[in-house]
């Protein structure tokens, strides 16, 4: 049974910096996208970042150029590094594991880790 767990949430200031990880188990991840999404209090699931294991990255608009996705095959783990962090990227964010051919479908795809709780205020 795939399993996904998350770490690394917290509170930080805004302009400060963040790393998530998320750990995979349960199968062989090398057709599968790991990734993470995000959802705010009020608003849809979106796509923060996802990556495949041969290094095809998407970025979410908001995120794009503060966000870095990267990711050990080894571990089946995939890290998110959140810089320049702003009170607006507040949200919940989960992990999730696709099939690599549906990378680029939205976010009603996949297993989904249980979430971390990210919250950037002053």
């Known amino acids: 049974q795939m399993q996904l767990v998350e770490s690394g949430g917290g509170w930080v200031q805004p302009g400060g910096s963040l790393t998530l990880s998320c750990t995979a188990s349960?199968?062989?991840?090398?057709?599968?996208?790991l990734g993470w999404y995000r959802q705010a209090d009020g608003k849809e699931r979106e796509v923060v970042a996802t990556?495949?294991?041969?290094?095809?990255?998407i970025y979410g608009n908001d995120v794009k150029g503060r966000f870095s996705i990267s990711r050990d095959n080894a571990k089946n783990t995939v890290y998110l590094q959140m810089n320049s962090l702003k009170p607006e990227d507040t949200a919940v964010y989960y992990c999730?594991?696709?099939?690599?051919?549906?990378?680029?479908?939205?976010?009603?795809?996949?297993?989904w880790g249980p979430g971390t709780q990210v919250i950037v205020s002053s």
């Open positions: 999730n594991a696709r099939p690599a051919d549906t990378m680029w479908r939205g976010p009603d795809v996949g297993s």
């Open positions: 349960g199968r062989d991840f090398s057709n599968y996208a």
């Open positions: 990556r495949n294991s041969i290094g095809s990255m």
